[in-house]
């Protein structure tokens, strides 16, 4: 009696180890994946040299209302409008809900499915064929009532990566939404800077004109005296239209700039007319936050919507090797199936099948090896994106920090270049008036304080617009919420493998 059950034992262990020597065979048989990897790597913001370009200055970062620090009310209410209602916003929260959706549908793929078909059909059976009497050459209403259940045992877990995949290519649309308001909100500020340049500009323009109406007035007295002739008058009288006509092509930069801004507003060009002359102050102290090459990925929505794309195509090349597995799928259906009404509703008429379908890819003369690869050429893009976008931001960030310390310097050199820019044209005036001097000096001395003045304006407001981009570079006040349990270079090395 142990004898046999020792045989029995041993042929059960057999059978076990049959079965499994079966099923490594049919495995092995199966289409592979060998060979196909990415060596490809997220790099860290800390392997770049950057404490020289961008020291530490335990400054802040920006806050989400940045523009707030120039303190002008119709900045900020512009910056609401805008957000509000601009089309490009629009088209962004609606690439958001697609990848939602998608997301939603690839999450349904993870659940059971359950569903009810119900069909009554009249036909009439032929007399000559398969169907026996009493049906045969007779009209039957058959009716058939199918509730069924299908659940996918995703074994290797394809249909939970590409729920993962879908998840973080949703988080990659969120950030691209903040990347589109980032870009809208930095753009109607720079417009508006812009603006104000204009009407600085103006202003030069109107003193310009009114200076050279004085020196056409001194030129008619000086003609009276005899010290000046019609020459002296006549150049005087074409300065004042030149400067006319700089006055007439402002005022219309002015307009265009207008509609600029309202067509960022999402509204008509009509929007613009009402917008008011700037009244942009000077902005607060530029200082850059500590750590920042480290926390830059997690402020800045561009570095953070490449990394949720690398995070997907990992996710990506994980559902296609799932692909090279066996597919198990468990079904089952239960119903009625019966002619006529009369027996429909009766135990005799119950349906029922259950069972599992079983896809096993054997040979499929490569098709799912390429499309590993090509599911790998999109990581090493996603990666290689992520990392020239990284590179770009350190830079963004060093460039406007440069070039603000370096128009300050300018700045103090142009100030004081314009002062005494203005005192040697008041005192050529004066002494053309005294006919010391002649008119050629006076316009000289003129146009020197004029370029001083423009010198000075275009400097204060390339300081804006450079603290307005730097603003940006740092992230506009952006920051990543998003619940990520893995780090990028965790991720890249499981998809590389």
């Not at 049906?135 to 074994?155: F, H, I, P, R, V």
């Not at 102050?281 to 926390?295: E, H, K, R, T």
């Amino acid at each position: 009696m142990k004898s046999q059950l020792n045989r029995k034992s041993i042929g059960s262990r057999v059978s076990a180890v049959g079965v499994s020597v079966m099923f490594a065979a049919v495995l092995s048989a199966c289409a592979n994946y060998s060979g196909i990897h990415s060596d490809q790597h997220m790099a860290q913001p800390q392997s770049y040299e950057t404490t020289q370009s961008i020291p530490p200055e335990s400054g802040h970062w920006p806050a989400a209302g940045w523009a707030d620090q120039f303190g002008d009310a119709q900045l900020k209410a512009l910056l609401a409008e805008a957000l509000k209602n601009s089309p490009s916003l629009d088209q962004a929260r609606a690439r958001v809900a697609s990848a939602n959706a998608y997301s939603e549908t690839a999450k349904a793929n993870t659940m059971p499915k359950v569903g009810a078909d119900y069909s009554m059909t009249r036909q009439q059976y032929s007399g000559t064929a398969l169907v026996p009497p009493p049906y045969a050459g007779s009209w039957q209403t058959e009716n058939k009532l199918l509730a069924s259940a299908s659940y996918d045992l995703d074994l290797w877990g394809k249909n939970r990566e590409a729920l993962k995949a879908a998840v973080s290519q949703t988080q990659a649309s969120e950030a691209d939404a903040e990347v589109v308001k980032l870009t809208l909100t930095t753009s109607i500020a720079r417009a508006y800077n812009q603006l104000a340049r204009l009407y600085d500009q103006r202003d030069i323009a109107v003193k310009e004109i009114a200076q050279r109406d004085q020196i056409e007035r001194i030129a008619a007295g000086r003609i009276a005296t005899g010290l000046d002739t019609e020459v002296e008058r006549k150049t005087a009288q074409a300065n004042v239209a030149t400067s006319h006509a700089s006055l007439t092509a402002l005022d219309g930069q002015i307009l265009t700039t207008r509609y600029q801004i309202a067509a960022l507003l999402g509204a008509g060009p009509d929007r613009g007319l009402t917008i008011q002359r700037p009244a942009l102050g000077v902005g607060d102290q530029v200082l850059l936050p500590d750590n920042l090459p480290a926390d830059l990925v997690s402020r800045r929505p561009d570095l953070v919507a490449a990394r949720w794309r690398v995070d997907a195509l990992t996710h990506d090349v994980k559902e296609a090797k799932a692909e090279f597995y066996p597919d198990i799928n468990l079904s089952a259906a239960i119903g009625l199936d019966a002619f006529g009404f009369g027996r429909f509703l009766t135990a005799a008429s119950r349906t029922a099948s259950v069972g599992p379908a079983v896809h096993l890819p054997i040979f499929d003369a490569g098709a799912l090896r390429a499309q590993l690869k090509g599911r790998y050429a999109d990581f090493d893009y996603a990666v290689a994106t992520y990392n020239q976008t990284l590179v770009i931001a350190l830079s963004d960030v060093a460039t406007q920090l440069a070039q603000i310390r370096s128009t300050d310097a300018q700045l103090v050199d142009a100030q004081t270049a314009q002062e005494a820019a203005h005192r040697a044209d008041e005192l050529a005036i004066v002494q053309y008036k005294g006919g010391l001097t002649n008119q050629l000096t006076v316009l000289n001395a003129d146009m020197n304080a004029l370029s001083a003045d423009q010198a000075v304006v275009d400097l204060k407001m390339n300081r804006r617009d450079q603290q307005i981009a730097l603003a940006a570079a740092l992230g506009g006040g952006y920051i990543d919420t998003s619940t990520d349990t893995s780090t990028p270079s965790s991720s890249q090395t499981v998809a590389a493998r």
